[in-house]
């Protein structure tokens, strides 16, 4: 008997072969009942709907039957069968005289129009002081409950002691005496040799000090009030301040001597003066150029700067507005040079590092003669114990808390700092514009010493002219909108 083969099973690619071919046979029915559909449909175009069981009883057109068991429809189910499509319907279009027109907008309400009303009466006014809408708002705003300190100062003073732009060094900062710090204990009480009259901080409103013509020479400003972010980069800005102070110098080693303490401080932006021929930018090394940049882009910084910046534009508005217009012909006349901070009108900063910041009595005499310098504290302290604001000229201590801001004609009036007590920290972030700034844009950049002496003749004939001109830009109570009744403190 011969061996019986027994029969093998389909391969993979056969059954996938056979199951091809069943699903080309199905698709073939498909699109030829499709096919018959679509002839139908164009045969009866009248019929809304095709009739699936007359189409399954129907002939072909060989005269054969096809039957809904055996045809071509019974490869797809009823519910499965397309329907034809009817034809798109389009929107007809508009009459031409029914085009529609652009609809008005709707008139200004009563309200409205008092509103704007309003504002433009602001910005009038605001543009009138020499200043923006903003701080014409935020004065108005704060006027009504800013506390005023009338002192004996005259301001007239300041005429005798400048030449026009700068001031006159009247502190000798090489005897023993000057070089001394003092605590509050040593400036007030009855065993004080000085006697000085403390200023507390009886609320958290601005502090307007005037002299015997009400105007507004110093002010104190607070942070801003119900933002506690502007407290905490105020701390921020301290701690950064630490943090940096080994980075730019080696304590190890003294650190470079200066006439306002014994602390290390750094100094950055535009100044002029010291035999300088143009306004330049102070000079940094390669290092501390790379840690300036990176503190100008902080936030920290770049708020404390902008809210000293509007404190002075709101309290001093025409000496505000001739700082913002001399910084845009500086900028006219020296393209390159890059300003510190955006939002602030002061052309130099100095940061001081301490971590014990305090300073012994000086004057900053190279500053503008009336300009205002900006002192921001900063740090840990005990501002009742330590870190006062001393202004030996008025014989009054000022309490100045962190992230508290003074703003005071340093190159005039004699200013120093209290001790602080052991495990406190204060730093401090001050701005300020060099008086000689001023005096070679009014030249029209050309240095005093390049000028024929004719020339140097004219320039210092003006000079003398201005002198007037520059003491009215500060702002009396009435300009300010201020209460002059509204006397906290009586220092007259």
Sequence with gaps: MGSQKTPRKPSRSNAFTITAFSLRDRIECAEQEHRLLDLDYVDNPTTSEFDYDSYGSSSDAEGGSVSASTGPSSSLPKSKRTAP????????????DRERSPTPPPPLGRRHGQRNRRRAARREEASQLGTTLDAAVHRNRLAQTASTITTNFDSDDILTATSGYIGTERVDTEIKDQRLVHSFDDLVGEHSPWKFTVHSLFTRVPSLFTDDGQRVFLVRIAPP?????????AVEAGQVLDQYRPLFFNENEPFPQHRRGDFPVKAFGVSFGGGQEVPKAIYQTKLDAKLVNRIRGMRCFR?????ASAAFATWAPKLHAMYHDYSLQLQKLIPDLKHNFPNSVFSCCTLNFGPRTTTVEHLDHKNYIFGWCAVTALGNFDHTRGGHMVLWDLKLVVELPPGWTILLPSAYLRHSNTTIHEGESRFSFTQYTAGGLFR???DEGISRSRMSPAERRHAQRLQRQRLNTDLNCYST???LGVDANNVQVSMA
Aim: proline share 12%.
């Design 85 to 96: 499509r009817k034809p798109k319907w389009v929107r007809p279009p508009l009459p031409a």
């Design 477 to 479: 109570l009435q300009e």
């Design 303 to 307: 708020r404390l700067a902008g809210h």
């Design 440 to 442: 070679v844009i009014d």
């Design 225 to 233: 009030a119900g933002d506690r972010s502007f407290l905490n980069q």
